[in-house]
């Protein structure tokens, strides 16, 4: 049974930083894209970062790009989420996703159409 397990929300001033860990368990994650999404109260979830399991080819959706990183630990099946700079409309639920893939192709990792899903984490981002 996979399990995605977030971690790391919580209330920053504007301008703070927080990490976001994903713990993923259950398989093996060879051929996965592992995803960052958000979704804010009224407002659609979008797709802030993607990469591959592999560590390579990463997404980022406009708005977040210079200030996010997302990175993975294979040897601890565990992705990142890295969140410099952070600003009040970053504030959402952010959920951790994955996804089995053909090849590892970044043009299509912001597609909502993730296999897994955790439970999701509060990030609150006070101005």
């Known amino acids: 049974q996979v399990q995605l397990v977030e971690s790391g929300g919580g209330l920053v001033q504007a301008g703070g930083s927080l990490r976001l860990s994903c713990a993923a368990s259950?398989?093996?994650?060879?051929?996965?894209?592992m995803g960052w999404f958000r979704q804010a109260p009224g407002k659609e979830r979008e797709c802030v970062a993607a990469i591959s399991w592999s560590g390579g080819s990463p997404y980022y959706t406009d708005s977040v790009k210079g200030r996010f990183t997302v990175s993975i630990d294979n040897a601890k099946n565990t992705q990142y989420l890295q969140m410099n700079s952070l600003k009040p409309e970053d504030t959402a639920v952010y959920y951790c996703?994955?996804?089995?893939?053909?090849?590892?192709?970044?043009?299509?990792?912001?597609?909502?159409?993730?296999?897994?899903w955790g439970q999701g984490t509060q990030v609150t981002v006070s101005s």
């Open positions: 259950g398989r093996t994650f060879s051929m996965y894209a």
């Open positions: 996703a994955a996804k089995k893939v053909d090849t590892y192709y970044s043009g299509n990792y912001y597609l909502d159409d993730y296999d897994y």
